[in-house]
């Protein structure tokens, strides 16, 4: 009877986990995302995107946007480039109050399955060294290091691992 009560409970907090993501869509960026996203890219980047430089971006045939939305608040958001059969994230980012509730992991499996549906081999990517949680993620996700760039980062400084992801090795 105990052993069933803790399964029961398990199950009601599997619903509970669902329910509380359900809350949270991921949809195609659009211009009314724009302020949104700048804002939280300012927050978090010590080097941020302007407000330009994603409108442009978004304007490009072969770069696409997904937002993460919880209510009408951007909670997070990832962005992509496409130039012949390689796909790079440009930008990905999750809002502060919002991280460990895997809104990150379901953007980027998303953009990932997007490149790969337009074409895309292989996923490139930049992270700071010291950027623990976001490298476990990407690893978790097949992203292996394929090198350094010593110094990329500024503010503060810090070696940038690239790391790729091959389409082909998926089974």
Not at 7 to 14: L, M, R, T
Not at 54 to 68: C, H, I, K
Request: a positive charge.
């Amino acid at each position: 009877m105990h052993r069933d009560s803790n399964v029961k409970s398990a199950a009601d907090d599997g619903i509970k986990m669902q329910k509380k993501c359900e809350t949270m869509i991921i949809i195609k960026m659009e211009p009314r995302h724009i302020l949104d996203v700048a804002k939280l890219e300012a927050e978090i980047f010590s080097v941020p995107w302007s407000q330009q430089a994603f409108a442009g971006a978004l304007e490009m045939d072969q770069a696409f946007f997904y937002v993460a939305q919880e209510a009408d608040a951007v909670v997070g958001y990832c962005g992509v480039s496409l130039a012949a059969d390689e796909a790079e994230i440009t930008n990905i980012a999750t809002a502060p109050g919002r991280r460990r509730r895997n809104i990150a992991k379901r953007l980027l499996q998303k953009a990932m399955d997007e490149a790969h549906e337009r074409g895309a081999q292989r996923m490139f990517l930049e992270v700071r060294s010291l950027n623990k949680p976001a490298i476990g993620l990407y690893q978790k996700t097949g992203f292996q290091t394929v090198g350094i760039r010593k110094k990329y980062y500024r503010h503060p400084q810090d070696d940038a691992l690239v790391m790729m992801y091959r389409y082909a090795d998926i089974i």
